[in-house]
């Protein structure tokens, strides 16, 4: 990628830190320069320079790979602690992939990206990465005290202490991006920060608020737009995903589409009533995001005790439907082992969701 840091190409410290003085950081920056501009830069030979040259220009491209190697390298997950959705997922959330969670207003898609990241930050022993997590939040939704919460009642063996719920609120770093160009120029800059903080999960919550705030369908012009900024965020988050072997979690609204073309106008039964279109529900931002993602994860109401998520891969659809119970009010005392941090009575609502051994937390 062009963004690739100049750091990360094992050049020379001097030669680094020449380009760094003239404010030379990325691939692209040295591709940007002629020879001889790079030349009185760092001061060395024109063999160096060129040498440097082919070297950024090498690590912007991808590296063609055999099926063979592909196949070596096998397939690695990480596991979201949920057994039944982990079997159908083969494993969990797929490595070096994007893994969008998409649904309407309140099911649960901010929660599950919290409970992702305490599983990021548990020991390799319990499951987890042990590792930091970055949160990019467009929504301002997350909240360190429903973190410390579900990591408490997820593993309450195991967040038994004040000393491991702040080293876990630690390793959680939090961007809030207000804007498309934002969140775009935050991605391109991660890549030093994963490497200092050992980074191994990125969560994204949520894509499509920012887009759909500044990128207006019904303004000419627009949809090309969005569909320009919409891919160099997927493009980027790629990049990161399979450069660091990571699993990047992202959350999408829904909207409602026609189902054929055909429907596009009203028509009419045999006894002359109107027909309305038949619609269905789908993620939101169009095909072109579609086809960037590698697993969606579609949860959606059925009923007031049922929600279904079809889960989709490559050549695979599978359906899950769990029911949920909303417990009553629950007292919690200080020391409880649901709350320990607050030394004095709070309140919570606990929402229970469970199938046979499919079952987990989330607090409203």
Not at 42 to 56: E, F, Q
Not at 202 to 214: G, T
Not at 228 to 239: E, F, G, M, R, V
């Amino acid at each position: 990628m062009a963004n690739k840091r100049v750091k990360r190409l094992k050049l020379d410290a001097a030669i680094v830190k020449r380009l760094e003085n003239k404010n030379i950081i990325t691939c692209k920056d040295i591709l940007t320069k002629s020879s001889l501009e790079l030349m009185k830069i760092t001061g060395v030979s024109c063999k160096k320079i060129n040498a440097v040259i082919s070297l950024a220009g090498r690590s912007c491209c991808p590296q063609a790979q055999s099926a063979s190697e592909l196949s070596k390298k096998g397939a690695s997950f990480f596991a979201t602690s949920f057994q039944q959705l982990d079997r159908v997922l083969h494993g969990g959330l797929p490595m070096s992939s994007l893994t969008e969670i998409a649904g309407p207003p309140g099911c649960g898609k901010t929660q599950t990206s919290i409970l992702l990241c305490v599983m990021a930050a548990l020991p390799i022993s319990l499951g987890g990465l042990d590792s930091s997590v970055i949160y990019i939040d467009t929504e301002s939704a997350f909240s360190a005290q429903r973190l410390v919460e579900v990591a408490q009642c997820r593993f309450p063996s195991y967040f038994n202490s004040d000393e491991r719920l702040v080293n876990l609120t630690n390793k959680v770093t939090i961007h809030n991006v207000t804007t498309c160009s934002d969140l775009l120029y935050r991605l391109q800059n991660l890549e030093e920060e994963m490497i200092r903080k050992n980074v191994k999960l990125i969560v994204v919550d949520s894509i499509a608020s920012l887009i759909r705030k500044e990128y207006d369908n019904s303004v000419s012009g627009n949809l090309i737009l969005r569909s320009n900024i919409l891919s160099k965020q997927a493009t980027q988050l790629k990049y990161l995903a399979e450069s660091f072997n990571i699993p990047v979690v992202i959350t999408n609204q829904i909207t409602t589409r026609l189902k054929s073309s055909k429907h596009d106008e009203k028509t009419t039964n045999s006894y002359g009533d109107d027909i309305e279109p038949e619609t269905f529900v789908t993620a939101a931002l169009g095909d072109s995001w579609t086809h960037s993602v590698n697993t969606r994860l579609l949860i959606q109401y059925v009923d007031g005790q049922y929600r279904q998520v079809p889960q989709t891969l490559i050549i695979q659809f599978r359906l899950i439907s769990f029911k949920f119970i909303q417990a009553v009010t629950v007292e919690i005392y200080p020391y409880s082992p649901v709350w320990t941090v607050y030394k004095k009575c709070c309140f919570s609502k606990v929402w229970t969701f469970y199938k046979h051994f499919f079952s987990f937390y989330l607090f409203m």
